[in-house]
């Protein structure tokens, strides 16, 4: 059974920097998807983030230039560089998984499965 567990979120001011991480313990599948999701207070749930076992990676327009996900695959864990951060990125943020690497992005947030628990994102003016 896959369980993820994020870390790394925090409070911190207009163009300031944070990294996330996500541990995926009792991974053993041989291609899978990892990817980072965000939910504002009243918003819908949108994807950021994804990367395939393979290293291949997809952004939301809103975070390309300053984003960077990236996986080690020996320690089963991915990482989201954030930079330049901005009050609007403000988000609860969420890890989840997937077996397969094929439809590694955002557009089918049902196949996830299954998600961390969040970590919480606070940029400040």
């Known amino acids: 059974q896959v369980q993820l567990v994020e870390s790394g979120g925090g409070s911190v001011q207009t163009g300031g920097s944070l990294r996330l991480s996500c541990v995926a313990s009792g991974l053993t599948w041989s291609t899978y998807c990892m990817g980072w999701f965000r939910q504002a207070p009243g918003k819908e749930r949108e994807g950021v983030a994804h990367i395939d076992s393979h290293q291949r990676t997809t952004y939301a327009d809103s975070v390309k230039g300053r984003f960077t996900i990236s996986l080690d695959n020996v320690k089963k864990t991915i990482y989201l560089q954030m930079n330049s951060l901005a009050p609007e990125v403000t988000a609860m943020y969420y890890c989840?998984?997937?077996?397969?690497?094929?439809?590694?992005?955002?557009?089918?947030?049902?196949?996830?499965?299954?998600w961390g628990q969040g970590t919480q994102v606070t940029v400040s003016s």
């Open positions: 989840a998984a997937k077996p397969g690497a094929g439809l590694c992005n955002a557009d089918f947030p049902s196949l996830f499965r299954p």
